[in-house]
């Protein structure tokens, strides 16, 4: 069906910025709205940002809300995590994720999504 493969994280000081991308191979990416979650060490898996099967509507936690934008090109099967302005909280583990769903009243949970990738480690230090 579909696998994702999260790339571009890394260790970045306060205030800085990184760009994540998540690949997805197969046919049928255009079918799927996408999600970002995170997972800090001892913590549960946290939504961060969801946008829809045509990238017409984006979602985002309040505690990211004006600086990550989530983005998709459907072309190269690719969906984006721009982070701005970063902060040590936002140090976590990030996962792409999948959903077959059409209704954004599923995308703010993880079971709301089919299918996941491996994950992408994000530390910032102060």
Do not use: H
Not at 39 to 63: C, H, L, M
């Amino acid at each position: 069906q579909v696998q994702l493969v999260e790339s571009g994280g890394g260790l970045v000081q306060a205030g800085g910025s990184l760009r994540l991308s998540c690949a997805a191979s197969g046919r049928t990416f255009s079918d799927y709205a996408m999600g970002w979650f995170r997972q800090a060490p001892g913590k549960e898996r946290e939504f961060v940002a969801a946008i829809t099967w045509n990238g017409g509507n984006t979602y985002y936690a309040d505690s990211v809300k004006g600086r990550f934008t989530i983005s998709r090109d459907n072309a190269k099967n690719t969906v984006y995590l721009q982070m701005n302005s970063l902060k040590p909280e936002d140090t976590a583990v990030y996962y792409c994720a999948a959903s077959p769903s059409r209704y954004s009243d599923f995308f703010y949970y993880t079971s709301g999504y089919r299918i996941w990738g491996q994950g992408t480690q994000v530390a910032v230090s102060s």
